[in-house]
């Protein structure tokens, strides 16, 4: 075994890079976990911990983006999955499982009286926008600057715009993700600023009668992981009813934060709302749910649907089985004693950061929480982007976390699982402060 110091060119994680890169593009197949000199390759996971192939463990407080509520292999879930797995892992016919997992998120949400499955988040978005489409006769879609939501082409757009191509607040440009991205998808998809009322009312209000849908994420994690105010949400709610228009809830990540989901933490409901991780248990999923009438476009019974929707993988029974049973753990009680942990865990990261005087912040909500490198007031997408110096800051202090024993998105994004004690939570703190040392944070410039 190596020294477990990351990076290390004679770890087995750094030797299977050299082998991924021979057969993967930069030797990796999914964005978000590749990291400079090489990711770190899981070996297995139990609990709260993952063990690298090195033999190094870590506390996950990535949990593969969220999705892990439950942290790793926990048993009530394992022993539901092997029992699945003995009657076969996917069929070309439907099974009782997806009735099953329909009816508990139907009974939590009430938003949604009818739901389909996908494999994914991003598909989920994508049908969630076919939906709005063929239900309104039009076209075009509005979102937030700088929010997620997976990769179709018209959910990426303003993904990651800088600051020197995001336009005006008043008028943010929409910005392609992907090079090649068809002008008629930029042109397809308004863009408007997080937690801005006045400009998100008159940027919306110059399309009014286009729009087909207004996407949200109540608590969008790439954007800053800034809760919505309930006058942002007001006024978009507003928007859409006055004109017809859909207004979809993302809630692939945020539908953890309560047992009833992202809406009604947020006191509103969506027509459309997405789903994905924690209502798959660790397996492959996403969904779109909403009110029968909207939902009718994928109706298939009364002829070709207006919608057609497919996917070799949707429900089948194994992300179905897993889904449930991740979801029935997810009691009242879990999630008060969750959500209790995610602010017991920001107030002492928040300590720590004071007391440092580096000017961070942590924000978040529930069982999540980010560090965002500025001392200044975060609002939305622009306020909180790191750049320049801070970000090289902010990715050497995720790098040195990992030499403290604890595994975080290389962008500061964390959660808490339900598995995880005060002995993770500790290992946390301290591990914050001593990756702040390491990685000589310096003060924020903080110019914007
Ligand atoms: N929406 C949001 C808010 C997300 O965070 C993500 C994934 N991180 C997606 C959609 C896409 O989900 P998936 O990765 O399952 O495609």
């Known amino acids: 075994m190596d020294s477990g110091l990351y990076p290390d060119d004679r770890s087995a994680s750094s030797a299977m890079h050299r082998r991924a890169r021979r057969v993967m593009p930069g030797g990796n197949t999914r964005t978000t976990v590749f990291r400079l000199p090489y990711p770190i390759y899981a070996h297995s996971g139990l609990g709260s911990r993952i063990t690298d192939l090195d033999g190094v463990e870590r506390v996950d407080f990535l949990n593969n983006y969220t999705s892990m509520i439950h942290g790793h292999r926990h048993p009530v879930i394992m022993e539901k999955v092997r029992a699945a797995l003995e009657m076969g892992s996917c069929f070309g016919l439907p099974t009782e499982s997806e009735v099953k997992l329909a009816e508990l998120i139907c009974d939590r949400v009430v938003s949604c009286d009818s739901i389909r499955f996908t494999n994914s988040g991003s598909e989920a978005v994508m049908m969630a926008i076919k939906a709005a489409r063929a239900y309104t006769g ?189 979801m029935e753990l997810l009691t009242q009680d879990a999630f008060k004693d969750l959500n209790q942990m995610g602010s017991e865990v920001r107030s002492r990261i928040a300590a720590i950061l004071k007391s440092s005087g580096i000017g961070w912040q942590v924000t978040g909500l529930g069982s999540l929480f980010r560090f965002v490198p500025h001392a200044a007031d975060l609002t939305d997408y622009r306020s909180t982007q790191p750049f320049g110096p801070t970000e090289a800051y902010l990715s050497s202090f995720t790098a040195a976390l990992l030499n403290h024993g604890v595994l975080l998105d290389p962008g500061g994004m964390g959660c808490v699982s339900t598995v995880m004690s005060d002995e993770d939570l500790n290992k946390l703190e301290q591990a914050v402060s001593s990756a702040i040392v390491d990685a000589a944070v310096g003060p924020t410039d903080d110019v914007s």
């Open 138 to 326: 039009r076209t075009k879609i509005a979102k937030i600057e700088g929010s997620y939501h997976g990769s179709y082409d018209f959910a990426e757009v303003s993904l990651d715009s800088t600051m020197s191509n995001w336009g005006s607040p008043s008028r943010p440009e929409s910005v392609g993700y992907a090079a090649g991205t068809p002008s008629g998808v930029l042109a397809d998809v308004v863009v408007f600023p997080f937690n801005d009322p006045h400009n998100a009312s008159t940027i919306l209000a110059a399309h009014e009668g286009e729009l087909a849908a207004v996407v949200i994420d109540p608590l969008p994690n790439r954007a800053g992981l800034i809760p919505a105010t309930a006058e942002f949400i007001q006024v978009i709610r507003d928007y859409c009813d006055r004109t017809g228009t859909l207004l979809v809830c993302d809630e692939v990540i945020s539908f953890r934060l309560g047992f009833h989901g992202a809406q009604s933490e947020f006191n509103f409901q969506a027509d459309l709302t997405t789903f994905g991780k924690v209502i798959g248990g660790g397996f492959p999923i996403g969904a779109v749910g909403g009110k029968q009438e909207i939902m009718s476009v994928f109706d298939p019974s009364q002829g070709r649907p207006r919608v057609p929707h497919g996917g070799t993988f949707n429900a089948n029974p194994i992300s179905m089985t897993a889904g449930l049973a991740a």
